[in-house]
């Protein structure tokens, strides 16, 4: 490969590393954010309140959109925030 | 309300505002994700990648489940990361 293409090849390298550190970043906020929601689970029947609250839900959607600042779309975020609602849902 | 009742209605607004606080912390590496993603997008057809790589993508499962300390499953990981790499794949 020519030395450009290695310096390329290096650099995609380089990118992948840092998104691998941030996969692990974002890894920890999701089981911070399990344990939390674990913790309201366990003091909804305390208070007579049903386990799923799709008001709740759409108020996690708005709140994710206002912190956006791109580049992903707040559909983005939805799609994503859809499947880890979901995903705590099950634990 | 009982009082009980009162304190574990305010206990669960507490969890809830540090959740959004949480949500906030993984829309930002979220996007810092899909910003490194696109930068490297950009950099595969000067070395003749393609676009799409599936061994990357199981790369990225293995390092994501070993970077997991729980309480989430590497089995949940996954299927949020699947859904993060369709969305990434999409933008």
Same mark, same amino acid.
């Given at each position: *490969?020519? /030395? &450009?293409?290695? +310096?390329?090849? %290096?650099?995609?390298?380089?990118? =992948?590393?840092? !998104? /691998?550190?941030? /996969?692990? =970043?974002?890894?920890? $906020? $999701?089981?911070?954010?399990?344990? $939390? @929601? $674990? &913790? !309201?689970?366990?003091?909804?029947? =305390?208070?007579?309140?049903?386990?799923? /609250?799709? =008001? %709740?839900?759409?108020?996690?959607?708005?709140?994710? @959109?206002?912190? #956006?600042?791109?580049?992903?779309?707040? +559909? #983005?975020? %939805?799609? !994503?925030?859809?499947?880890?609602?979901?995903? *705590?849902?099950?634990?």
């Amino acid at each position: *490969m020519s /030395d &450009a293409g290695n +310096d390329v090849e %290096r650099r995609i390298g380089e990118l =992948r590393t840092q !998104i /691998d550190d941030v /996969d692990c =970043r974002i890894v920890e $906020l $999701l089981n911070e954010r399990a344990e $939390l @929601a $674990l &913790a !309201i689970r366990e003091l909804k029947p =305390r208070v007579q309140r049903a386990l799923y /609250d799709p =008001r %709740r839900e759409e108020e996690i959607f708005t709140h994710v @959109a206002s912190c #956006n600042k791109g580049p992903l779309y707040a +559909d #983005n975020l %939805r799609e !994503i925030y859809e499947k880890i609602l979901h995903v *705590m849902k099950e634990l």
